[in-house]
């Protein structure tokens, strides 16, 4: 049971436009959220991160957004550059003693045409 | 400064071998955590330690699978007597604190498990 879901594989957008990615959550006790970003053989990179506290956080080019009455996140990138097509993780962490623990959607292949 | 380091980079084993898997951490971090990566899923998470404390090894798929980080630097994740799905990117990662600030999590590139 998946229970941060990412319904799109892959998105592919041209640069200088902007790239829309989207997570869905299902369990209710996720408190915080992040989006890691991956290269080909590398370990995911911290993004950004929102707590359930704020519906915003904007840091440069990227800008998350919580929707919690719909379990629903987005990480906008504006402008997309070439160098930002990677694959990108959805995470949320639980409140309680097991923050730490992450839970990750599947991951979107991001594509920024030139 | 050095970031997370995992060897090998590439391990191939064959059914029923036993390996392990080596991760180093950023140092002074006080949280080590491994995941597990099939291929076309995300990190899947497998152990949590705080020094040498293991804290929560809730993720291990079998009682094939034992952590450790008798130290509280160096971890070493041992699979025993491999299984083909046990083929995935074996991801480790540290961070500063383990609790409050749990999204700083630095990863390492990974080692590729392939069982035949």
């Known amino acids: 049971d998946q229970q941060v879901k990412q319904n799109s594989p892959s998105l592919s957008v041209q640069e200088g436009r902007i790239s829309i990615l989207n997570c869905d959550y299902t369990?209710?006790?996720?408190?915080?959220f992040l989006w890691y970003k991956k290269y080909p053989a590398e370990g995911p990179t911290f993004l950004i991160s929102?707590?359930?506290?704020?519906d915003k956080n904007e840091d440069g080019r990227f800008t998350v957004f919580l929707n919690k009455s719909a379990k629903h996140l987005s990480l906008h990138i504006v402008p997309s550059q070439p160098g930002d097509s990677a694959v990108y993780f959805c995470?949320?962490?639980?409140?309680?003693?097991?923050?730490?623990?992450?839970?990750f959607g599947k991951g979107t292949l991001l594509t920024v045409n030139p | 400064g050095a970031g997370v380091s995992q060897s090998p980079r590439y391990k191939v084993a064959k059914r029923g071998q036993d390996v392990a898997l080596r991760c180093d951490p950023i140092?002074?971090?006080?949280?080590l955590f491994w995941y597990q990566q099939a291929l076309g899923q995300g990190p899947e998470f497998l152990t949590y330690?705080?020094?040498?404390?293991?804290?929560?090894k809730s993720g291990l798929p079998s009682d094939r699978f034992f952590a450790e980080r008798p130290e509280g630097s160096v971890s070493t994740l041992k699979i025993q007597r491999t299984q083909q799905e046990d083929s995935a990117v074996y991801l480790c990662?540290?961070?500063?604190?383990?609790?409050?600030?749990?999204?700083?999590?630095?990863f390492g590139p990974g080692t590729r498990l392939t069982v035949t």
């Open positions: 990662a540290s961070s500063l604190t383990g609790t409050f600030l749990s999204y700083e999590q630095y």
């Open positions: 369990n209710s006790m996720f408190d915080y």
């Open positions: 929102i707590s359930s506290i704020k």
């Open positions: 995470a949320a962490s639980p409140r309680g003693g097991s923050n730490y623990k992450l839970t």
């Open positions: 140092s002074g971090h006080v949280s």
């Open positions: 330690f705080q020094n040498e404390a293991q804290l929560d």
